[in-house]
């Protein structure tokens, strides 16, 4: 047990079971076992023994004392506003692989927010790590774990983090916290800062999906005089091969549109099956390390405004056996 959270464990492997994570609940066997936690339980992650506001885990990842209620407790600065986003929005892995995705966090406040961080749900099977990027290029930046304060005025600090399951997890969109210790976590928004996780014993497709609209804003606009838009969807396949079911679907909110897919020549971008874009599904044979593309076409006769957290138009990969292994959305929105 020890030997495979070392091996996995969330913070830099080293080969002490202090540093270890054996529940799995973001906190390190050692430190639980300081403050009187068990380090085989993780549903203590979410207590708050000195009744602070913070719970043992974000006590933890903001090094304070989770049995001093005069240590630093949340205070939301409402001048600091936090919206994020995550790309891509679904990863599908077999158990024990790492699962990464980009993070972002922005700072539209007129406040700079303090320590700020991604924190994993507290109910997923799986170790998580988090590290900052350089906005600019990607490259890793800080150590893993490592909080930091973002400047307002619109600043942006990047972020890659993963999840490596330990358990089999059906399909199930994660809701990600992006938090700074002052400051109300970003807002919730399904397909835009929330990231779809499946794991299985076995090898499973998984397509990285990524959208692309016409303006590249990510909203698909329906144009006035013809009452339809478009846009076109990129993957490749990191996982196993299989045969996968596409749809498109409003995430089952009801909202007044068609919606028309195809599977397209990568080159051309000609509807190849079929060969005109169908308002039913497209079954097409995906092999590993290779990168189908899609059309998703758009329609509507009624006026949507636009309501990026509501109204939007997902793309998803099922595979035979209706698993979902792949995501991606796009907003909706009239012109």
Same mark, same amino acid.
């Given at each position: ?16 079971? %202090? ?39 974000? =006590? ?49 406040? &007129? ?27 990607? =490259? ?14 619109n600043m942006i600090q990047t972020f890659v983090f993963g999840f490596t399951p330990r358990l089999e997890i059906s399909s199930t969109a994660l809701e990600i916290g992006f938090r700074c210790t002052n400051a109300n976590d970003a807002a919730v928004v399904t ?33 006035? %005089? ?6 076109? %969807?990129? &993957? ?31 080159? &051309? ?21 290779? &990168? ?5 076409? %758009? ?37």
């Open positions: 047990m020890v030997l495979d959270c070392v091996l996995v464990g969330i913070f830099p492997i080293v080969p002490s079971p %202090v540093d270890c994570d054996s529940d799995g609940d973001g906190i390190e066997d050692g430190w639980e076992s300081i403050h009187q936690m068990d380090p085989l339980n993780s549903s203590d992650a979410g207590d708050d023994p000195d009744g602070d506001g913070l719970s043992n885990l974000d =006590e933890y990842l903001r090094g304070h004392d989770p049995s001093d209620p005069e240590s630093p407790a949340a205070t939301p600065d409402s001048n600091v506003l936090l919206v994020s986003a995550v790309l891509p929005t679904s990863r599908s892995v077999q158990v024990g692989d790492t699962a990464t995705a980009f993070g972002m966090i922005i700072n539209a406040g &007129t406040v700079e927010g303090i320590e700020c961080r991604i924190v994993p749900p507290l109910d997923v099977a799986a170790d998580f790590f988090y590290q900052t990027t350089n906005p600019a290029t990607n =490259e890793l930046s800080n150590s893993r774990n490592q909080s930091i304060d973002i400047g307002p005025g397909g835009v800062n929330t990231l779809r996780l499946s794991a299985s014993s076995n090898p499973v497709p998984d397509l990285v999906a990524l959208a692309a609209t016409i303006a590249n804003d990510g909203i698909v606009h329906i144009n006035p %005089v013809i009452g339809a838009g478009a846009f076109i %969807v990129a &993957t490749v396949n990191v996982g196993s091969s299989d045969s996968m079911t596409v749809t498109a679907d409003t995430n089952d909110v009801n909202l007044p549109v068609t919606i028309g897919v195809c599977e397209t020549d990568p080159l &051309t971008a000609v509807c190849i099956n079929p060969v005109v874009p169908t308002l039913e599904s497209v079954v097409t044979h995906v092999e590993s390390a290779t &990168t189908p593309t899609f059309s998703v076409f %758009v329609s509507s006769t009624e006026y949507m405004p636009l309501d990026p957290a509501r109204a939007r138009v997902f793309l998803r990969f099922r595979d035979a056996e209706g698993e979902i292994r792949g995501s991606t959305s796009v907003a909706i929105q009239s012109d």
